[in-house]
């Protein structure tokens, strides 16, 4: 007895449905399984853990996206997330709200290919040097609400080019930085121009001049029009310079004119003191070229 089975027939617009569906589903259960962690959570490819966390850390090789969330780590030690020694394929970490205090030397080692760091909300105290070694191929790195006033100064040297050179991203908002620019000619043209050129700064329209006082409080990307007046104080340098120095002529011109009659006395005895001595060597030719008192002198 044979069956005919018509082959089931499934519209594009019901797939997308049904996928949406599914996602939503998805989305629903790992809200559900973070809200039962409390307060915090790990969350590693999607899936949410409740556990204890214990630095360092071992995380599996196959792991690329892992979330640390409401931890109190306060330090993070040498090599936290790779406890075995070995490197990660780990691709982007957040530690957001974790209670960070201090971050030591080579703390990310083991994380070559991670992209994406988040440090925000954090209480960032300390930035050893070397911090953020190993993360050669970092894109992203916030730091947004995380750095106390005494750490702002060690940031210099923990974001050295030497460890992240292929940063594109840094998020430093909200944390109330001390970073008043001078907007003296040495340094205003170069830093216009990267302002104007570049995307990296997203806030540019909003940076002002803290000195000099007459340019205090002005945006720096209204001063394209007043970049001349820079070349124009340089003038008014020179002017000032050909100015005294004409006035130091003058005084030695009236200094040597009220000295005329001495240095003319200076000069006749300097003369009359080179017409003896020419002398001299004159009448000491004479002698030597005359051949009967050269016989004499035999």
Known sequence: MEINRKPLCVSSH????????????CLFVLSAEANQCHDTYMRYDGLVSCEGLILPLEVPR??????????????????????????????????QD????????????????LLSLDLSHNRLMVVLPGAFCGLEQLRNLNLSNSLMTSDASQLPLALSTDNLGNLQRLDLSGNRLENPFECKCDKLKEFYNWL???????DSNSL?????????????????????????LDAR???LLGIVLALIGVVFLMVLYLNRRGIKRWLNNIREACRDQMEVYHY???QDSDPRLANVAV
């Open 14 to 25: 019901t797939l997308k449905r049904y996928h949406f569906s599914v996602r939503l589903m």
């Open 237 to 239: 340098s020179y002017v």
């Open 62 to 95: 196959s792991i690329q996206n892992l979330t640390l969330y409401r931890y109190n780590i306060s330090v993070l030690t040498k090599r936290a997330f790779s406890a075995n020694g070995t490197d990660t394929d780990l691709r982007a970490l957040s530690l």
């Open 208 to 232: 002002k001049c803290a000195q000099p006082e007459k340019r205090k409080n002005t945006h720096v990307m209204d001063l394209e029009k007043r970049d001349m007046e820079c070349q124009n």
């Open 284 to 286: 000491r030719y004479e």
């Open 196 to 202: 104007k050129n570049s995307s990296q700064c997203a």
């Open 98 to 113: 974790n209670n960070i205090q201090v971050i030591k030397k080579c703390a990310f080692c083991g994380l070559p290919r």
